[in-house]
């Protein structure tokens, strides 16, 4: 499991980048499922117009990016898709990292009955609604620990390390009213990962 001072690291796209390669976990109703993350995008508070906490504006939904990373930050797009987040940095910095897709790993099965698909193939797991399903993420799970051994959802370090050459750096998805923040190149792949979304 990762420990809390990889979170509570101020620098949000180093953690966005150093996420990539972990392992994001789901333990419901007995069955574990897991995913090697293969791409991220960084949101900081407050001066990220794409961010949620733009201003450090606080609201219902977005109180829990104002927790001291480690926290999960999901909210509903689209009123369809349950989207997870990593919350980081110190209380009060209200930064996050969107995880927007993972290479599935663990109980293939039960991600594929989820989804329902019959064999795997990226959209799978690629896009951050599809991974969410595919690992029982829902919105209610918003604002539980990463940290905490009782947690369901868990990240881990399965010793796998990402070289800075091997990422793919891009402007982040569907952030074209953020003005000039549309075009930080926040959002970070693993080059040649076919679990990735398409590019834009």
């Known amino acids: 499991m990762l420990p809390a001072h990889f979170y509570t690291r101020p620098d949000v796209v180093q953690v966005a980048k150093d996420l990539l390669g972990k392992y994001l976990v789901t333990y419901f109703d007995g069955q574990l499922t897991a995913g090697k993350i293969v791409e991220t995008e960084a949101y900081r508070a407050p001066d990220d117009r794409a961010c949620h906490a733009f201003g450090n504006r606080r609201t219902a939904r977005t109180e829990v990016m104002f927790a001291e990373g480690g926290q999960a930050y999901i909210y509903l797009c689209y009123g369809i898709h349950h989207l997870f987040n990593v919350v980081t940095g110190e209380e009060g910095m209200a930064h996050a ?104």
């Open 97 to 200: 990292v969107l995880v927007r897709a993972v290479e599935p790993i663990d109980n293939v099965e039960l991600m594929l009955e989820r989804r329902s698909m019959s064999s795997p193939a990226p959209k799978l797991t690629a896009g951050p609604g599809a991974l969410s399903q595919a690992l029982g993420i829902r919105t209610r799970h918003s604002g539980i620990s990463l940290l905490d051994p009782g947690s369901p959802i868990w990240l881990e370090d399965r010793g796998e390390v990402v070289m800075e050459e091997n990422i793919v750096a891009s402007p982040r998805v569907g952030v074209g009213f953020a003005g000039e923040c549309a075009l930080w190149p926040w959002r970070f792949r693993i080059a040649g990962s076919p679990w990735t979304s398409p590019a834009k």
